[in-house]
């Protein structure tokens, strides 16, 4: 039950603000928003959620549309370090996330 | 806090052979999860824990696997007998029952059967 769509992949100059969309049509109200990465090689890591509003946090911002169907992680800043695969989950926060086939970032230099 | 641990993280085994994978969560978190990454089906959640309790095994594959949860600071993941197709990366996570700001995942271990 895919409940998220990203772009399998994406390129990123580095230095460059790196955007990845998500499609979630089918949230339901009280779904957040999360987003997690994983680099090669390691676990899975968290970067930020959001429930309606726009958050901001040390690593990336997230834009939620306001009828809440699509975001946007944003990378204000790309680094070579940033390559990794980017997972779009939604989910109700005591559910265990699933993730789907995420979206390849690569920041090329 | 060291983060969650995991052990080992590589694991080579042959056909047939009972493999253990163990998993140290994060002091005082409460939810512990156990997934699966292959390149075929990606990231699966094979089974959770809440206070040492498994809340939903339905993911785990069938009744070669376990786990066990004895208590809040260890879980183990058995495969008895392995199979070439269990190899995989195997994740261990864990969180707070009142968890927002999402999981801790482990290193993983890496396991391939021969």
């Known amino acids: 039950d895919a409940k998220t769509t990203q772009p399998t992949s994406m390129d990123c100059a580095e230095g460059r603000a790196a955007n990845l969309p998500c499609n979630h049509s089918t949230i339901s109200g009280n779904e957040y928003v999360y987003w997690y990465r994983q680099i090669h090689s390691q676990g899975p890591q968290y970067i930020i959620h959001?429930?309606?509003n726009n958050e901001t946090n040390e690593m990336a911002s997230l834009i939620i549309t306001e009828d809440r169907k699509s975001s946007t992680l944003i990378l204000p800043h790309a680094t070579l370090r940033d390559t990794a695969v980017y997972y779009c989950?939604?989910?109700?926060?005591?559910?265990?996330?699933?993730f789907g086939k995420g979206t390849l970032l690569t920041v090329n230099p | 806090d060291a983060g969650v641990i995991q052990s080992p993280r590589h694991e080579v085994t042959e056909m047939g052979q009972e493999v253990t994978l163990r998993c140290k969560p994060i002091s005082g978190h409460d939810y512990l999860f156990w997934y699966r990454q292959t390149m075929m089906r990606g990231l699966e959640l094979l089974i959770y824990f809440n206070n040492n309790v498994p809340i939903d095994d339905s993911g785990m594959p069938e009744d070669r696997f376990s786990a066990k949860m004895p208590n809040a600071s260890f879980s183990t993941l058995k495969i008895q007998p392995s199979e070439p197709r269990d190899s995989a990366v195997y994740f261990c996570?864990?969180?707070?029952?009142?968890?927002?700001?999402?999981?801790?995942f482990g290193s993983g271990t890496r396991l391939t059967v021969v």
């Open positions: 996570a864990s969180s707070l029952v009142s968890e927002i700001y999402g999981y801790t």
């Open positions: 959001g429930l309606k």
């Open positions: 989950i939604v989910r109700v926060a005591e559910s265990p996330p699933s």
